[in-house]
């Protein structure tokens, strides 16, 4: 691919102006992303070790890692409570987000780049407590902290918890810029609507994470109270309600499975357009959905709580309002697919990673269906098909739309173009790894296999659970096979790698007009703005990649 | 009790051990199983259907649609205001009735018909207690088959959940209230109860069995159960509540220490003196272990943490003399 110096300039946002000091204390949103895209794979990788640790142990029956079924709570919830708050939480929008955002809107940096550097040195800061708690001997609630048992166990609640507390901060922080950045910062041309989608999704992720993230913090300081100063609130022995807890911390958590997925559906509604070379299906359903999805999270924490002893009416608005927040994520999943149709498509690793999103986001989605029914969820409740439920969401969801970010802006972050084939093997690795690690789960889950076992030699009467746990197992491991692999093929990519065009996939939103990687400036000149879903300006060339084929001054900003 | 439940040692392996289940669920064997499983199947038929039609235009898009040299992408509307308006009322349309199939069916779940047979059930780290009309208390759910059974719960001190997959039956025992959730059992035999609630290190081990009698067999067996005391030596009772009522679950009776739930071994202390947290000690007599079954967390053992919950109104005075003689009796 012919590269010109304009597109690939040697002085960019990474070696301008250099120092360690320049880094920590930068302003610049891209620096900042890209600290926390490392901060977050150092998180995800500490997560996956705990994650084949418990694959391991569950193999086979009888001990199998640890002969301590106290060590193997503690790997379940270190591997459940970094990979949620050090990973899901953040990883698309503190790091692609923040990279992407203001370059999408054509604009030098975010509203508050103060704040932004605040809410990086707050995430740094809560992992930090997090580590702590690892060298304390770990904890052992499971990620959720349910009290009683959070109470009364010696292990290092407090730690966690408070590293819990300040991670919100930083998520707050970072909704709060993204939010002020998107209602002030929009160019001139980009109505509410004229918008990337990828910034629709980062939108409602920000109006959760501010409006619900300050109940975690008041739930978890609550729980802190509770454990030293034995003031009553959750434990039914101090006189306090212990579904109470379980209230306010879905009042926060179910929302937050929104802030983990409404970005990654951004990604996907980018990615899908630009390697099909379409415009975006139904554009303003999608943008709604985002908003319908963001609003009605806020509505349906109850169906957590079916079988915890609340009224059978509550039970049924909860399960009501759950399948109505079903629509607006089917409706997204109709428009990528109608959007595919009579496309030129491309099936480049972004593109690979995003169609499997689809797939298994859909899996996910549809059995959530079980589990909003009140019939079905009672089997179903606290079994491992909610844990195979959940991955197929946030796991094969958030984390194959993140790949699929990271493969779509990787050299506009880096300037390199990486191996197509790497990636895509990868993907294949990923793909089969993940669904048979999950798949499985959903068998024995509705079976009746607890969640939360450390064993299950006492589990005698699912038929060939221990031939489905070791089908797991191997899977878990070709799933993180499949994640390194794609790992190693895009660092390779910063030596072995050829320098990127400004705009490698002929795509139509504003970050593709500017150098790859980015000076730290960003524009020299605001862009001129244009529908960001049509892609008639380049076109592909076997040889060149994507080249113009339309003068640039024929860009003007229509209204 | 796990051999009892037809288990090999690996009975993982043991196809259809207990319940005629299929791929998908467990067998039916209560009343309302029958239902909850067309709720089920109805919603995986949903499920398999838009799965094939999304999965299957998607791959026939991706093959059909792959980027060639010289063809470029088609002219197609980018968006259609009756196909949205159509596809989202249409999922409307299937939820709603999804929703509906499903609470109808809960509700049935949730109402326990008039004449129930009343079980009080105490959940406690890591056993369960089922106390009966006339006073006894099993580790073992005994109920009589086509009558209903309804089940009283509370835990003593974190939440745990009582769940029956063969009954579709889930229910979370939770400290400080009372949650209540009941069946009708429609076969004779044996099926697992699980603890679905995570409740520390031995939650995979609370495990026990409902065991559902013949008809007249369940007054039968609950008469009988209730005099092995009077047949049995004190210390032999003693042995049989021991594991009867969990004491097994955190005290060894070999001397040798439980790494996960530190307490003392019972061997041999009886008569010994021990410390105490707090400096004070105490000579292991009737009376001390009287007084830490029903007020645990009174004397603490030095090196102990007071994580025994009272057993208050759970064991009569016949059955602490029993455990006494028990202790006792291990040299």
Redesign the interface.
Known sequence: MATSTADNPTRNYLNDPRGVKSWLFTRDHKRIGLMFLCLVTVAVSLGAVFALLIRTELTL?GPTVTD???LY?RFFTLHGAIMIFLFVLPAIPSSLGNFVLPLMLGAKDVAFPRLNLASLWLFAFGMAFFILTLALGGV?T?WTF?P??ST???TAVTTAVVGAFILGFSSIFTGINFLVTIHTMRPPGMGWFRMPLFLWGLYGTAIIQILATPVLAITLLLLVVERTLGVGIF???LG????LFQHFFWFYSHPAVYIMILPAMGIVSEVIAVF??????????IAYSSLAIALLGFFVWGHHMF???QS?LV??IF??LT??V??PS??K???W??T????????SPAMCFS?MF??IF??GG??G??L????????V???SFVVAHFHYTMAGGTLTAFLAGLYYWWPKITGRMYGRRWGQIAAGLVFIGFNLTYFPQF?IG???M??????????????????WQIISTVGGYLFVGGVVFAAVGLIRSLWTGARAPANPWGAATLEWQCSSPPPSGNFDQPPPVGDC?V?DDW??D?EKGYVRVTKESEDVVST | M?DA????P??????????T?S????GEHSTFAP??DR??YF?LA??AF??LV??G??IF??LR?????G??????????TP??VG??LA??AI??V??Y???T???E??TPPQGCYEIRVTGRQWAWQFTYANGHVDDVLHVPVDQPVKLTMTSQ???H?L?I??F?????L????Y?STWFKAVNPGE??L????????????M?TAVVVHSPGEFAEWLKGANDYLENLSPAEAGKLLYTKRGCVQCHTIDGSAN??TPAPSFKGIYGETHDLVGGATVVVDDNYIRESILEPGKKVRAGY?P?MNTYQGLVSDQEIVALIEFIKSLK
Not at chain 1, 276 to 285: A, C, E, N, P, V
Not at chain 1, 341 to 347: M, N, P, T, V
Not at chain 2, 168 to 172: G, S
């Open positions: 029956p301590s079924p106290s709570n052992d499971g349910y009683p048992y009364g166990t010696p434990d039914a022995k306090g309600d212990p579904v099909s070379r379409k415009h975006i299906f139904g554009y303003k359903f079988v915890s002893g059978p039970g049924m399960s009501a399948f109505a079903a629509i089917a409706i999943v109709f428009n697919v109608t595919l149709y009579k496309g030129a498509i491309d099936l169609l689809v797939f859909g899996v549809l059995t269906l079980f909003g029914s009140l019939a079905t969820n009672i089997q409740h606290d079994t068998v509705w079976q009746g607890p969640r939360r076992y450390y064993d299950y030699e006492l589990v005698t009467d699912i038929p060939f659970i221990t031939g879903y892609f076109e592909y076997e | 796990i439940m037809g288990g090999l690996l009975g993982a392996w043991a196809l259809f051990a207990q319940s289940g791929f998908w669920m467990p239902e909850v709720v089920f919603i949903v499920c838009f799965f999304v999965l235009l998607m898009f991706v649609y792959r980027r060639r040299p063809v470029k992408p088609g002219k197609t509307a980018t968006h259609s196909l949205e596809w989202t999922l409307v939820v709603a999804i929703f199939k499903g609470f069916a809960f509700m779940m949730e001190d974190v939440i959940s769940s997959p063969d579709r039956v889930k229910m979370d939770v400290p400080g209230r949650t099926y697992p699980y603890c679905t609630e995570y409740c520390g290190d031995k939650h995979s081990q495990i790494p996960n943490r994580i």
